[in-house]
DNA sequence: CGACTAGTTGAGGCCAGTCAATGTTGGTGG
DNA sequence: CCACCAACATTGACTGGCCTCAACTAGTCG
């Protein structure tokens, strides 16, 4: 990849982002996009696994996956981990923190993984005399509200078939609006993580991996995915009534 | 109540509300206040059953919660009803719609209440000048965030009676903060409607409602509950390792 | 009082969890 | 390059928790 180490690409990084409409979907001025480079701090790479921040850290900033993949996951008393979420390149992670000044979940590299860092200060700095900038951050916390409400509904009303497919399909939109394949792609995670999102154990989601293939649904190989037929697999997460 | 239908009462609703603190928790000067009380424009009554505003409505304001509770929920397509959260006093209702402009849930009186309506574009422009509003602002959809974590933690890890204890003990917490008893309340939800928010039937909502009972641990008299040991409750939805 | 909604309780079945054995993959070091 | 190991994945047998269906009761409101 294009990870510039040098500094003039570095200078415009956010103007040049194949990101950038996805970290910023509204429409922001040539002037502005300057001015929020001024905002993104740093960028660090993530080695697969390795932690971005975790529960109780104290919240400096947000981050822009600019490479990779990253899971966020909240953590139980008794030490179960319940992943929360699924971030690729293009989203922004750490707004979980906003409401206390301290992460409440922890975010770790799926795969060899590079975020675009924005301290806190500097994005409220920038945010007061920049109205647009305002308007994203909000649009970023409640779209995230609206993510959480359609999890809540599949945790709280689908059936394990109904809940894989939705993520299969999800997975897939997402991949496509990143102008890769929407029915060909791989698997960051494990078995366990995607039980872990869908409210599902790693047993069941493997088992229904299989049934979906054997059914003609899908292909899988591994951490390869194939979706062969998504209107069944739209009709199966739809209305059942 | 005192429901003031005098103007003068109404010139400075804000700052003698009881449940300011709640509504805007971050330190509002005396000034501040006084621009806050010309963000609220009107006070809506709802009778029980009535609704506030529908999926798909265009997002006009924010609500908060004067006195009374509600509900809000999302409809799959389908038309199967999946409950969001309850809202009591004192908390904001609406904040869903802020990422597209519409609504995506619902909300609707689970008794007869009264809300604050705080339309958009005074708030934007109020925001604009008052930092310390802004910052509320953000910290209203951090929070729902963080709350809906829980839900999905809640949703996609616990067993049925964790999920009901653990609905108990938020629903005591949260009327102990508004001033009342945490441990004797009355519910304003009908069993279906807990069903649906802890991902449940009304039936098994019901049996463990009987079953607590009868371990000691509540007391149910139709809508009215008393916890009776809290801290098995706690114990009941906490650990289980 | 009858009609209706809300709630309780029971019987039975199925979906998904648990436990366990085996297969597969990828990384590491000799 | 291969052997080895650990993590990941698959599959089967069994269990049990929760859903479904159903009957019955308790309030509520015209």
């Known amino acids: 990849m294009d990870v510039g180490v040098t500094l003039p690409s570095l200078k415009s990084v956010c103007a040049t982002c194949s990101m950038r409409e996805l970290c910023m979907p ?18 660090t790479r993530l080695r697969k696994g390795e932690t971005l921040y975790r529960a109780g850290d ?8 600019r490479v990779g993949s990253l899971k966020t996951a909240v953590l139980a008393e008794d030490g179960r981990e319940q992943v929360a979420g699924f ?16 992460h409440v979940s922890h975010a770790v590299a799926l795969e060899d993984s590079e975020v675009c860092v924005m301290p806190l200060e500097r994005l409220e700095k920038l945010a007061h005399d920049m109205p ?8 970023f916390l409640a779209r995230e ?20 497919a ?7 939109a ?43 649904l899908i292909r899988v190989q591994g951490r390869g995915v194939t979706l062969l037929d998504q209107p069944a697999l739209r009709e199966l997460c739809g209305r059942k009534a």
């Open 26 to 43: 509204i429409g922001l001025s040539d002037t502005d996009l300057a001015h929020i480079d001024t905002l993104v701090g740093a960028r």
């Open 174 to 216: 997402r991949y496509r609006r990143r102008g890769y394949s929407g029915s060909e792609f791989v698997l960051r995670m494990t078995r366990e993580e995607i039980g872990s999102y869908l409210g599902l154990t790693l047993e069941t989601v493997s088992r229904l991996l299989s049934r979906f293939q054997q059914e003609g």
């Open 87 to 102: 971030h690729m390149s293009g989203e922004i992670v750490g707004l979980d923190g906003m409401g206390t000044e301290w």
């Open 58 to 65: 104290p919240l400096t900033g947000l981050f822009a996956v």
């Open 166 to 172: 939705a993520f299969l399909l999800d997975l897939g």
């Open 145 to 164: 509200i609206g993510r959480q409400q359609s999890v809540m509904l599949m945790l709280g009303s689908m059936r394990a078939e109904e809940r894989l």
């Open 132 to 139: 647009t900038l305002q308007r994203n951050l909000r649009r």
